[in-house]
């Protein structure tokens, strides 16, 4: 059995250059405590990563939403801010702890969720995203209302911390992005014997009427998508007002959504793996900057590198250097290194 795990682990994982480097930087993550004890400016940069896994759990779930489905949503950020105000108000009146109020957080992002949903049953295109647009604003709105229970433009503060250690929220969230990131990933892969809702997903982005003409409920599949969504966004909401112990109108803000969209276009969306590499390149980049002398230049900069990511690998720059190092055989579709002149299974010529 140890033979057969080890021979699948070489031919599935060391055999293809993206998951070999994909393995490499989740080692380097899970290793980062401990290469940095000596840094001064270690919590700083566990706070950076901190936050990077979970807008790496929020961008990815946007892809799958958006990317998988072909439901293009504005108003993203409704299912992280949701989750974040109902644990803060969970664990400010009730006095429940994270381990409570997060898992709670998250199914009202399902609930958020299957809510947005209910326009994409009979709207597409730029008027499914103009009312998707509107949910956050309508709830900023509420928010702003009542004041004495929301908290209005300061939001709820001293919540509970996940822990009182910088590392183990660290590994917490690393822990939550490596499993929501690879539930979202087995959902969407179109090759997979097990689950099949990805090539449903992708029946349904490609053709909404002929998948519905093939006989599949496209309605089901389109709530199944802002439901898994929406948790994953919320699982990731939630988290974060725990580590910063505060949940204001930020967590709904049109930037926090269309920043999404930013980091996925970036590393290449419809691929999970894009999101990913947009947010951990892009994210710590924007906390560098901000750190730097060259504060006032940062927005500038990042407008450059995202304009020049577009004119020249327009499909993402996780994809283009997977399309560099990988190459797909036209027979039996399997993944090889660039340098290979055969398919490493079939022997079909790659050239």
Not at 222 to 235: E, N, R, S
Not at 260 to 276: D, E, R
Not at 325 to 333: L, M
Request: proline letters at 4%; charged letters at 15%; glycine letters at 8%.
């Amino acid at each position: 059995m140890f033979r057969r795990l080890l021979k699948d682990f070489q031919g599935d994982v060391v055999a293809i250059p993206g998951r070999l480097i994909a393995l490499i930087f989740l080692l380097f993550l899970f290793l980062f405590p401990l290469l940095t004890q000596s840094i001064a400016i270690q919590p700083f940069l566990l706070r950076v990563l901190t936050l990077a896994n979970l807008f790496v759990i929020f961008a990815v779930s946007w892809d799958f939403i958006s990317g998988y489905t072909g439901q293009i949503n504005f108003g993203h950020a409704l299912f992280f801010g949701v989750a974040a105000y109902t644990t803060a108000l969970l664990n400010r009146d009730l006095g429940w702890q994270p381990w409570a109020t997060v898992p709670l957080g998250a199914l009202a992002g399902v609930v958020a969720g299957v809510l947005m949903c209910l326009p994409a049953l009979r709207l597409r295109g730029p008027y499914l995203s103009l009312v998707t647009l509107a949910f956050p604003l309508i709830l900023l709105g509420i928010i702003f209302a009542f004041t004495d229970f929301t908290g209005g433009e300061l939001g709820i503060s001293g919540l509970d911390r996940i822990s009182e250690s910088k590392t183990v929220t660290f590994y917490v969230s690393l822990l939550a992005m490596i499993v929501s990131v690879f539930i979202m990933w087995k959902l969407t892969d179109a090759r997979s014997r097990l689950v099949r809702t990805g090539i449903i997903f992708h029946a349904i982005r490609e053709d909404e009427i002929a998948a519905r003409a093939s006989g599949i409920n496209t309605i089901r599949y389109k709530l199944l998508a802002f439901a898994v969504g929406g948790f994953f966004a919320g699982i990731a909401g939630a988290l974060y007002a725990h580590i910063l112990r505060i949940a204001g109108p930020f967590t709904l803000g049109l930037t926090l959504s269309f920043q999404a969209i930013i980091w996925t276009v970036f590393g290449g969306i419809v691929s999970i793996y894009g999101p990913v590499v947009g947010v951990y390149f892009l994210y710590p980049l924007m906390e560098l900057l901000k750190t730097g002398g060259i504060y006032e230049w940062r927005f500038l900069i990042f407008a450059a590198i995202v304009i020049l990511m577009l004119l020249f690998m327009p499909e993402g720059i996780a994809v283009w250097i997977r399309s560099k190092i990988e190459r797909q055989c036209p027979r039996c579709k399997l993944s090889n290194v660039w340098w290979r002149r055969n398919c490493r299974a079939c022997n079909t010529s790659l050239y």
